[in-house]
Every structure is written in structure tokens, then in C-alpha cells.
T-cell receptor, first 116, second 111 residues
Framework: DGGITQSPKYLFRKEGQNVTLSCEQN?????MYWYRQDPGQGLRLIYY???????QKGDIAEGYSVSREKKESFPLTVTSAQKNPTAFYLC???????????????FGPGTRLLVL | QQQVKQSPQSLIVQKGGISIINCAYE??????FPWYQQFPGKGPALLIA?????SEKKEGRFTISFNKSAKQFSLHIMDSQPGDSATYFC??????????FGTGTSLTVIP
């Protein structure tokens, strides 16, 4: 049963704490993405990775970090530098054709991060 | 700067009616225009998508109309049902899979 899994579903962060959100895919997709969703603002890109051991900043990367050590996994760390972390975080993946047309991004179920 | 502008922000439609959501873009390099449906607390799911070489695509009750010259595209939901009540996002993508999303439309279909 192929798909994208995100864990946990809910995550609580204390002041000054770093937290890590998990994203795993078994679709054999090359590209993976992290988005942040806030009410009325749509989806904003945090980081993306097109290949293992390489990733690029999106529009709102400040206060976040990622790693891509395996093709299947793309964890996101919300650092203490992110002053307004409360949001719904979505991971996505897609096929990536070098120089080719865009392909569909498929989303995981999301993680809701709340600050205590 | 919003690359993709979506309207309306919210929409209420009677059961059996037509729901229409509009999006506009500026970048002519966009080559893929998907629509996503999202239920509360869930991730967005692809509903239907179109490439700029066609003007319309229909899948069941869902139709995308695409106007390349006007740089606009819209989602039409025919015979709207209460189960269609969700948030809908349009998006546009450039080669390399950089997606830009609209701000979403909350659709409520009343019985």
C-alpha cells in the first residue's frame, strides 16, 4: 500500500525546544517537499529536496532545518528560532523528470504543531 | 507576491447546484495546473489537473476550464453534493516541480 506517512499527528512544543516531524514515502519518488499551512494563507513551501543529500530553501525556511539521508525520508526540524511555529505541516513527494514537465505532488496526512 | 490568485475565499451552494472557483496567474512558464481537495485535518488530495495545451478537462462531475490567453483557470463542480464540502486549492507549477498554491476556497454545499 503505497503512500506518504507523517508522524506524529499532533505535536506539542515547549519554549526553546527543537522538535522533529517525520515524513516517509514508499512511492519511490525522487522529490520531497515540506509545506506550512496557516488559515487563509494556502500552502507555503519551507524546504524541498530533489535528490538524496541535497535540499533547497523554500519561501519560508527561516527557523527550520531538514535532512535527506535516504530517498524515502525527509524529516523537518522546527528549531527554537521559529517564533511562530503553530501550524499544520504537510509533507509531499513527486516524481521528478530532469528537464521534463511538472508532475503531481502527493501529500501526506499532515502534522499539527502546537506551542505550549 | 501571490503567484496564483484564487477566488472566492468561501462559497455556499445548494445541493445539485454548480460550484465555480476561479484562479489567475501571471507567469507564462507554468506548465501544470492541478486542483486539490482538502477535508479538515487531512492532507490535500489531487482532484483533477490540466496542462496548458488543452482548454478543458472533465472527470465525472469535475471540470477544469483553462483560458491561456487570459491566464485564468477554473474548477466547476456539477451537481454539487454535501460530501463535496471541503477546501479547494488551485496550484500552478513550473518545470522542476516548484508548485505555487492559491489561498484556498472553503466550499459548503447545503442540502
Amino acid at each position: 500500500d503505497g503512500g506518504i506517512t507523517q508522524s506524529p499527528k499532533y505535536l506539542f512544543r515547549k519554549e526553546g525546544q527543537n522538535v522533529t516531524l517525520s515524513c516517509e514515502q514508499n512511492l519511490n519518488h525522487d522529490a520531497m517537499y515540506w509545506y506550512r499551512q496557516d488559515p487563509g494563507q494556502g500552502l507555503r513551501l519551507i524546504y524541498y529536496s530533489q535528490i538524496v543529500n541535497d535540499f533547497q530553501k523554500g519561501d519560508i525556511a527561516e527557523g527550520y532545518s531538514v535532512s535527506r539521508e535516504k530517498k524515502e525520508s525527509f524529516p523537518l526540524t522546527v528549531t527554537s528560532a521559529q517564533k511562530n511555529p503553530t501550524a499544520f505541516y504537510l509533507c509531499a513527494s513527486s516524481i521528478l523528470l530532469a528537464g521534463g514537465p511538472s508532475e503531481t505532488q502527493y501529500f501526506g496526512p499532515g502534522t499539527r504543531l502546537l506551542v505550549l | 507576491q501571490q503567484q496564483v490568485k484564487q477566488s472566492p475565499q468561501s462559497l455556499i451552494v445548494q445541493k445539485g447546484g454548480i460550484s465555480i472557483i476561479n484562479c489567475a496567474y501571471e507567469n507564462t512558464a507554468f506548465d501544470y495546473f492541478p486542483w486539490y481537495q482538502q477535508f479538515p485535518g487531512k492532507g490535500p488530495a489531487l482532484l483533477i489537473a490540466i496542462r496548458p495545451d488543452v482548454s478543458e478537462k472533465k472527470e465525472g462531475r469535475f471540470t477544469i476550464s483553462f483560458n491561456k490567453s487570459a491566464k485564468q483557470f477554473s474548477l466547476h463542480i456539477m451537481d454539487s453534493q454535501p460530501g463535496d464540502s471541503a477546501t479547494y486549492f488551485c496550484a500552478a507549477s513550473i518545470i522542476g516541480n516548484q508548485f505555487y498554491f492559491g489561498t484556498g476556497t472553503s466550499l459548503t454545499v447545503i442540502p
